[in-house]
Each structure stands twice: as structure tokens, then as C-alpha cells.
């Protein structure tokens, strides 16, 4: 109990606040959390002296902006408390404007060219929905992140605005609809964060994994996860004690980490939070990679958050489960128990489909980046075809619909009784699809495309946008109705579904036949990330962000270009640090096993045939990884010398990667056929089955 008394201690909450600031600070703070006023300086400095003292007792020395630039990760610097009076003694001060802004560099973060390096202002400004925190010596104060002009430089500031666009959206359509106690929808996610573990010396040993996060070369183990023994098994003691570090560290920070558990592959485990409002739901999320990353050093062995990180085995995702509930916590996405309140559930899982259709390029751009196209589609992780899977009873009861609008009400809920000791419990709405990149859970949808190494942010600011949008349109058409009935709204999801229902599917994505069935619906399918970038800036997209004013279309410019720009980096880096590799230790490990064949040939005093034939092999080998290598060389050089970034983007998909897989597959070949002793780096068999899986 003793862990748990302490859960959210190093949290500056709203019950801290409510303790420490006077009665009449803590509610000018609480309106203007409610958007019903605005923090004035006098406020600020109030809230700024009670959070200073709190975080000094607490063993604070400096405070920091904790913001999300636009390469999706998390950034922060560091200022020291101490100040000095106008004799020069030590005076410790944080003021009500140091709390609101700080200032930093705006062109040295990824900006798309909204900023240019003479033009460099960049400003944070104190988010107060998220509540600072203390880890370490350092308060942490969540914020925006934004140009001297006004641009948005952040992941956080839209998803603000996409959060309380749909909120204003949702709710008008729903006091539309009669439901006149609805003040407020919230938009609510529950994250999945997948992960693997590996030995630290062994990590060290494998300049892949320290440079690009995955094995750009490795042979498969003799085991993999054929036996299927490793998905929720026993979780062995060393991985016990580390996520005990983790669970402490992020229970101290309020943050509700529930659910841990092996997952599918050797190596690979999961840990899931509550489900939370989604702008703190996606803070909490980056706050948990750090804190795996930092706490696996601490145990001896290193976090691996990288989609891919071993071929041929799971990848890791980010599930990415949203639901939308009022303020009453009705949700949305649950049917319900009359007629018409099911009618509106049916309304909006009907919305959802559309979007999912609509804009399913814009879900890829969000979902996915260089490192999720390794995952997709393969081991377990959905296919990269947006496709929505809502079970039998939804399915049925959407393809009803197309029909004829004069749906009837049914109860869903159906009962079973497993042991007879137990009394009949329900079924669930919908049984799972592991091949459906989005899958509907009888209350939420899981969005399962979402790479393990992505902030949530950029996902859900474009479904938060999405919805309003097209909420908004509703709410036009229904308000020129006189009468909103059952039977107005069902005429309204028939009409969705006629259009769009070709988007749900409840097969196996997995097979070749629905790859031509999906190509024949007119499903988009990208076989890599590159491919959809340039659907952020499509026509339909960029009217709905500015729809619902969370981008402008130079804001979606500029992020098109930041994605672009980093596809191309983590091409050119796989590249160099294979080419690296290859050179500097697999090539000369290589002749040197074969002046070993050499010398053995020539000691024995009978000629082998054996030597001789695993000589001209090696030799074979060593010929085509080395002419595989300079070929690789060459086009690297070759996409580098593209300026326009989309078409150095298209080259390094279409030829560097290629080139990368040949040089792969014959150092695969070296692994499989020199000694152990002879070869450079740790194992597949090593890296997943170290002594601590054991």
C-alpha cells in the first residue's frame, strides 16, 4: 500500500493547488481551465510562488517547458531557480511570466521553413490544462510551442484545438438531437505502448541498433515465436524488477499505468495506461517512453521502441484505443438501452466509418513513418490498407441499413456461460481482428497502425479534426430540418454507410486475395510511408483542418516537408551505418575466416573437397557483399545530390532500400556460414535470448 499512497506525489494536481494557493487564485485558475476567463499576471505569480515552493521541497533546483517539436519526440531547457538581489546574495525567484513563456531557438527545430535561421524566435507558453510535475532536480511545466509570428512549431497546440473543436462540434449536434445536458464531449485514449528489451553490453556491441533503433542485418534465431509460449508467460525476475522501477517512477508522476505483460515475440513486452483525456493521455505517453528508456539503464539493459527492430519476428505498435464521452462519461461509441439514444450511437459509428474512408490517406500520414513500414502487414501487425473491422453484429446491422433506414432496435447484448459454477456473463459487441489495422471493441476503436516509437499526437489531432469537420457539416443540414426524428438520423447513417461502407472488412487482411478486393473497392494502399505524404496536403484535407482553423495550409506545408525531410534521414542513416558496418568489421571478418579455410586447405595433407567448396563460397560472398556494398555507396550519393525533397524521398525508397536488402542478404549469408568467433556482433540467438529471458 505503501506505493500506492504515494501515487501522484510528484504532481502539482488540483488537489496540490487547491492546498496551497488562496482560495480566490485556485478559482481564477479553474475558470480559465474551463475557458469562462483568462490567467491575469497577478494570478500567475501567485500559482508561480506556490509551484516554486512545492517543487523545492520536493528537491527541485531548476524548472523547465516541457514542449513537443514537430520530430514528434519531447524537448526541455533546463533554468536554475537561483537569481541575485542588488547586493549579489543568492535569491531564489520564479515569477508569473517565467511560468507562461520561456523562449527559445524556433529555426533549430524542425519548422518546414515556417522559420528561417535569421527569423528565430520561438516561444513555449505554459499549457494549464496538464499539471507540472517534478522528476529529479528538475519542475517540468507542460507547454505549447510556437513562432514569433504565430505559427503552431508543436504537436500540442493543434491537438489542444482539435480536442475543443470537436468538443464545440459534438456537443452543439448532440443538444441537436434532444440531449440538451450535454455541455461537453471529451475525447478519451488508452495507449498500448509496446517495447523490447535487450542486454545492455550486447547493445553496445551493435552499431545498428545504437544508430537507427533496429538490426540492419541478422539472421533469424534457430527459435522464434513459432510456440507461441512467450505471449503473457511468466515474466522472469530481472523484467520484473524493472518494470517495477517503471511502475514506481510513473505512479509518482500520477500517471496510471495498469497493464504489463510479456508480448508475442522473445524480448518484446507491453504496458498499457487508463484510459485519459487525450492531450494529457499523449504527455503521459512520451513521459512513459523516457521513463522505460531510463529505467531499463538502470537494470542493465536497453529499451527498444524502434517498430522493427528484428526482422522476421513482431513488430511493435502504439494501439491507439479512442472513445468519445460527455461529461456524464456516456459514451458515444456503446450502444445503448432505447431506441432513439441507440440511434445516435449507430450515428456516430457510422461517422467514424466515413472518415476512415474519407480521409485514409491522412490516417497513414499519421500513423505511420520510415520505421513502421518494416511492421506493417506482417507478424501479427495490421496491413497497410485502411480497413475497419466492426464484428458481426455492427456489420450485420450496417449492411441491414444500406438497405432500408426502418432499423429496428435490438438488443445487442447476447449471454454465455462458460463454467456452470459462474453465472452467464455478455458477450463483447465485436471479437478482435488481429489483421484489421482499425478494429471497433464494442465501445472504442483501437487504431492499431500507430508505430511503438510515434508521439499519439499527429494521429489524434487528424481524428479530433476529422470529426468535427464532418460534424459540423451535419449539424448544417439537420438545422435547416424541422423535424429531427430516429428515423432522420437513420436516413443520415444509411446515407454514410452507401458511401462508405465499402471500408469495413472482416477477413483475414493478411491474404493476397484481399489485397486485389481492397485495390477493387478503391482502398488506398501504400506500400510505403513516402508514398502518403503528400496527402496531408491534399484538397480535402487541408479544407477540413482549416475547417476547423487547427492548420492553416502553410502549417500543413511545412509538416509535409519536415516528413519528407526525415524519411530522408533515416534512409541516409540505415545507409551510412550499414555501409559502415560492412566495411569496417563484416568484410574484414570475413577474409579473415576465409585465410583460416586457406590455411586449413593447405595443412591438410589430402585435399578436401569440402574446404575447397566452402572456400569458392566464401569467396562467392565476399565478391557480391562487396560489389553490393559499393552499389549502395553509389545511390546513396546519388539521392543525396536530389534537392527537392519529395523526389529524394521517391529515390531513396525505390533504390536505396532496395540496395540496403541485397547488401542484407549477403551478411546474412556471412552470419550463417563463418564461426561464431570469426563473426562481429551479437546474434539474433543472443540478442533475444540473453540470460535474462531465463
Same mark, same amino acid.
Given at each position: 500500500?505503501?506505493?500506492f499512497?504515494?501515487?501522484?506525489?510528484?504532481?502539482?494536481?488540483?488537489?496540490?493547488?487547491k492546498?496551497?494557493?488562496?482560495?480566490?487564485?485556485?478559482?481564477?485558475?479553474?475558470?480559465?481551465?474551463?475557458?469562462?476567463?483568462?490567467?491575469?499576471?497577478?494570478?500567475?505569480?501567485?500559482?508561480a510562488?506556490?509551484?516554486k515552493?512545492?517543487a523545492?521541497e520536493?528537491g527541485?533546483?531548476?524548472?523547465?517547458?516541457?514542449?513537443?517539436?514537430?520530430h514528434?519526440?519531447?524537448?526541455?531547457?533546463?533554468?536554475?531557480f537561483?537569481?541575485?538581489?542588488?547586493?549579489g546574495?543568492?535569491?531564489?525567484?520564479?515569477?508569473?511570466?517565467?511560468?507562461?513563456k520561456?523562449?527559445?531557438?524556433g529555426?533549430s527545430?524542425?519548422?518546414?521553413g515556417?522559420?528561417?535561421t535569421?527569423?528565430a524566435?520561438g516561444?513555449?507558453?505554459?499549457?494549464?490544462?496538464s499539471?507540472a510535475f517534478v522528476?529529479?532536480h528538475v519542475?517540468?511545466?507542460?507547454?505549447?510551442?510556437?513562432?514569433?509570428?504565430?505559427?503552431?512549431l508543436?504537436?500540442?497546440?493543434?491537438?489542444?484545438e482539435?480536442?475543443?473543436a470537436?468538443?464545440t462540434?459534438a456537443?452543439?449536434?448532440?443538444?441537436?438531437?434532444?440531449?440538451?445536458?450535454?455541455?461537453a464531449?471529451?475525447?478519451k485514449?488508452?495507449l498500448?505502448?509496446?517495447?523490447?528489451?535487450i542486454d545492455?553490453?550486447?547493445?553496445?556491441e551493435?552499431?545498428?541498433?545504437?544508430?537507427?533503433?533496429?538490426?540492419?542485418?541478422?539472421?533469424e534465431?534457430?527459435?522464434g515465436?513459432?510456440?507461441?509460449?512467450?505471449?503473457?508467460? !511468466?515474466?522472469?525476475?530481472?523484467?520484473?524488477?524493472?518494470?517495477?522501477?517503471?511502475?514506481?517512477?510513473?505512479w509518482?508522476?500520477?500517471?496510471?499505468?495498469?497493464?504489463?505483460? =510479456?508480448?508475442?515475440?522473445?524480448g518484446q513486452?507491453? @504496458?498499457s495506461?487508463?484510459?485519459?483525456?487525450?492531450?494529457?493521455?499523449v504527455d503521459?505517453?512520451l513521459i512513459?517512453?523516457?521513463v522505460?528508456?531510463?529505467? !531499463?539503464?538502470?537494470?542493465?539493459?536497453?529499451?527498444?521502441?524502434?517498430?522493427?527492430?528484428f526482422?522476421?519476428i513482431?513488430?511493435?505498435?502504439?494501439h491507439n484505443?479512442?472513445?468519445?464521452?460527455?461529461?456524464?462519461n456516456?459514451?458515444?461509441?456503446?450502444?445503448?438501452?432505447n431506441?432513439?439514444?441507440?440511434?445516435?450511437?449507430i450515428?456516430?459509428?457510422s461517422?467514424?466509418?466515413k472518415?476512415?474512408?474519407?480521409?485514409?490517406?491522412?490516417?497513414?500520414?499519421?500513423a505511420?513513418?520510415a520505421g513502421n513500414?518494416?511492421?506493417?502487414?506482417?507478424?501479427?501487425a495490421?496491413p497497410a490498407i485502411?480497413?475497419?473491422f466492426?464484428g458481426?453484429?455492427?456489420?450485420d446491422?450496417?449492411e441491414? @441499413?444500406?438497405?432500408?433506414?426502418? @432499423?429496428?432496435?435490438?438488443?445487442?447484448t447476447l449471454?454465455?456461460?462458460?463454467?456452470?459454477?459462474?453465472?452467464?456473463?455478455?458477450?463483447?459487441?465485436?471479437?478482435?481482428?488481429?489483421?484489421?489495422?482499425?478494429?471497433?471493441?464494442g465501445?472504442?476503436f483501437?487504431?492499431r497502425m500507430?508505430g511503438?516509437s510515434?508521439?499519439?499526437?499527429m494521429?489524434n489531432?487528424?481524428?479530433?479534426?476529422?470529426?468535427?469537420?464532418?460534424?459540423?457539416q451535419?449539424?448544417?443540414?439537420?438545422e =435547416?430540418?424541422?423535424?429531427?426524428?430516429q428515423e432522420?438520423?437513420l436516413?443520415l447513417?444509411?446515407e454514410?454507410?452507401?458511401?462508405?461502407g465499402?471500408v469495413v472488412?472482416?477477413?483475414?487482411?493478411?491474404?493476397e !486475395?484481399w489485397q486485389?478486393?481492397?485495390?477493387?473497392?478503391?482502398?488506398?494502399?501504400?506500400?510505403?510511408?513516402y508514398q502518403?505524404?503528400?496527402?496531408?496536403?491534399? !484538397?480535402?484535407v487541408?479544407?477540413?483542418?482549416?475547417?476547423?482553423k487547427?492548420?492553416?495550409q502553410?502549417?500543413?506545408?511545412?509538416?509535409?516537408?519536415i516528413?519528407y525531410?526525415q524519411? =530522408?534521414?533515416t534512409? =541516409?542513416?540505415?545507409?551510412?551505418t550499414?555501409?559502415?558496418m560492412?566495411?569496417?568489421?563484416?568484410l574484414?571478418?570475413?577474409m579473415?575466416?576465409?585465410?583460416?579455410?586457406?590455411r586449413?586447405?593447405?595443412a591438410l595433407e589430402?585435399k578436401?573437397?569440402?574446404?575447397q567448396?566452402?572456400?569458392?563460397?566464401l569467396t562467392?560472398v565476399?565478391?557480391g557483399?562487396?560489389e553490393?556494398?559499393?552499389? @549502395?555507396?553509389e545511390?546513396?550519393?546519388?539521392a543525396?545530390?536530389?534537392?527537392?525533397?519529395?523526389r529524394?524521398?521517391?529515390?531513396?525508397?525505390?533504390?536505396?532500400?532496395?540496395?540496403m536488402?541485397?547488401?542484407?542478404?549477403?551478411c546474412?549469408?556471412?552470419?550463417?556460414?563463418?564461426?561464431?568467433q570469426?563473426y562481429?556482433?551479437?546474434?539474433y540467438?543472443?540478442?533475444l535470448?540473453?540470460?535474462?529471458?531465463?
Amino acid at each position: 500500500m505503501e506505493k500506492f499512497s504515494e501515487f501522484g506525489k510528484n504532481v502539482f494536481s488540483r488537489e496540490e493547488m487547491k492546498k496551497r494557493l488562496p482560495r480566490p487564485i485556485y478559482l481564477k485558475w479553474k475558470k480559465a481551465l474551463y475557458n469562462v476567463g483568462t490567467i491575469d499576471t497577478e494570478t500567475a505569480d501567485a500559482i508561480a510562488h506556490a509551484m516554486k515552493v512545492w517543487a523545492l521541497e520536493k528537491g527541485a533546483t531548476h524548472y523547465a517547458h516541457f514542449f513537443q517539436p514537430m520530430h514528434g519526440l519531447t524537448a526541455e531547457k533546463h533554468d536554475a531557480f537561483v537569481d541575485k538581489d542588488e547586493d549579489g546574495n543568492l535569491l531564489l525567484r520564479f515569477s508569473g511570466s517565467s511560468l507562461i513563456k520561456g523562449e527559445t531557438d524556433g529555426s533549430s527545430f524542425p519548422n518546414g521553413g515556417l522559420r528561417a535561421t535569421f527569423e528565430a524566435r520561438g516561444y513555449t507558453y505554459w499549457d494549464i490544462t496538464s499539471f507540472a510535475f517534478v522528476r529529479e532536480h528538475v519542475l517540468y511545466i507542460p507547454s505549447i510551442f510556437i513562432s514569433y509570428t504565430g505559427e503552431k512549431l508543436d504537436m500540442k497546440a493543434p491537438l489542444i484545438e482539435a480536442v475543443d473543436a470537436l468538443s464545440t462540434q459534438a456537443t452543439k449536434l448532440l443538444q441537436l438531437l434532444g440531449k440538451t445536458d450535454v455541455k461537453a464531449v471529451k475525447t478519451k485514449i488508452g495507449l498500448e505502448q509496446e517495447y523490447f528489451l535487450i542486454d545492455e553490453k550486447l547493445y553496445r556491441e551493435r552499431p545498428d541498433l545504437k544508430f537507427t533503433g533496429r538490426t540492419l542485418v541478422g539472421n533469424e534465431a534457430p527459435k522464434g515465436q513459432e510456440f507461441e509460449d512467450h505471449y503473457f508467460g !511468466a515474466i522472469n525476475d530481472r523484467v520484473i524488477k524493472f518494470m517495477e522501477t517503471v511502475n514506481e517512477q510513473l505512479w509518482n508522476l500520477g500517471i496510471y499505468a495498469k497493464v504489463e505483460h =510479456n508480448e508475442v515475440a522473445y524480448g518484446q513486452y507491453e @504496458l498499457s495506461a487508463l484510459y485519459e483525456d487525450v492531450v494529457l493521455a499523449v504527455d503521459q505517453n512520451l513521459i512513459m517512453m523516457d521513463v522505460l528508456k531510463r529505467a !531499463a539503464r538502470k537494470h542493465g539493459m536497453v529499451c527498444l521502441l524502434h517498430e522493427k527492430p528484428f526482422a522476421n519476428i513482431n513488430g511493435s505498435g502504439k494501439h491507439n484505443n479512442f472513445s468519445l464521452q460527455t461529461q456524464d462519461n456516456v459514451n458515444l461509441f456503446e450502444p445503448q438501452d432505447n431506441a432513439y439514444d441507440n440511434t445516435i450511437f449507430i450515428l456516430f459509428v457510422s461517422l467514424f466509418v466515413k472518415l476512415m474512408d474519407k480521409y485514409a490517406g491522412l490516417i497513414h500520414v499519421a500513423a505511420r513513418d520510415a520505421g513502421n513500414d518494416h511492421r506493417l502487414g506482417g507478424s501479427e501487425a495490421p496491413p497497410a490498407i485502411v480497413s475497419v473491422f466492426l464484428g458481426d453484429v455492427m456489420t450485420d446491422l450496417l449492411e441491414r @441499413l444500406k438497405v432500408s433506414s426502418e @432499423l429496428e432496435y435490438e438488443d445487442m447484448t447476447l449471454f454465455y456461460q462458460p463454467l456452470k459454477r459462474i453465472e452467464a456473463i455478455p458477450y463483447d459487441n465485436t471479437d478482435r481482428n488481429r489483421t484489421s489495422p482499425i478494429s471497433f471493441t464494442g465501445n472504442k476503436f483501437e487504431v492499431r497502425m500507430l508505430g511503438s516509437s510515434r508521439s499519439a499526437a499527429m494521429l489524434n489531432i487528424s481524428l479530433a479534426s476529422m470529426f468535427a469537420y464532418e460534424i459540423k457539416q451535419i449539424i448544417e443540414r439537420l438545422e =435547416n430540418t424541422s423535424d429531427i426524428s430516429q428515423e432522420t438520423i437513420l436516413k443520415l447513417c444509411q446515407e454514410i454507410v452507401q458511401e462508405h461502407g465499402h471500408v469495413v472488412f472482416k477477413g483475414d487482411g493478411y491474404t493476397e !486475395a484481399w489485397q486485389v478486393e481492397a485495390k477493387q473497392r478503391g482502398l488506398r494502399n501504400y506500400e510505403s510511408f513516402y508514398q502518403c505524404i503528400d496527402c496531408l496536403v491534399e !484538397a480535402d484535407v487541408i479544407k477540413m483542418f482549416e475547417g476547423v482553423k487547427v492548420f492553416s495550409q502553410r502549417e500543413l506545408e511545412a509538416r509535409r516537408t519536415i516528413l519528407y525531410e526525415q524519411f =530522408n534521414h533515416t534512409l =541516409n542513416t540505415e545507409a551510412r551505418t550499414l555501409i559502415m558496418m560492412v566495411n569496417q568489421d563484416i568484410l574484414p571478418s570475413l577474409m579473415k575466416y576465409i585465410r583460416e579455410v586457406i590455411r586449413t586447405d593447405v595443412a591438410l595433407e589430402q585435399k578436401s573437397a569440402s574446404v575447397q567448396r566452402i572456400q569458392q563460397f566464401l569467396t562467392t560472398v565476399l565478391d557480391g557483399l562487396d560489389e553490393a556494398t559499393l552499389k @549502395l555507396e553509389e545511390v546513396r550519393h546519388t539521392a543525396l545530390a536530389i534537392e527537392d525533397e519529395k523526389r529524394q524521398s521517391e529515390y531513396f525508397g525505390a533504390h536505396v532500400r532496395p540496395c540496403m536488402d541485397v547488401v542484407r542478404k549477403y551478411c546474412d549469408q556471412v552470419e550463417a556460414h563463418i564461426s561464431r568467433q570469426h563473426y562481429p556482433y551479437p546474434t539474433y540467438a543472443e540478442l533475444l535470448f540473453n540470460e535474462f529471458e531465463y
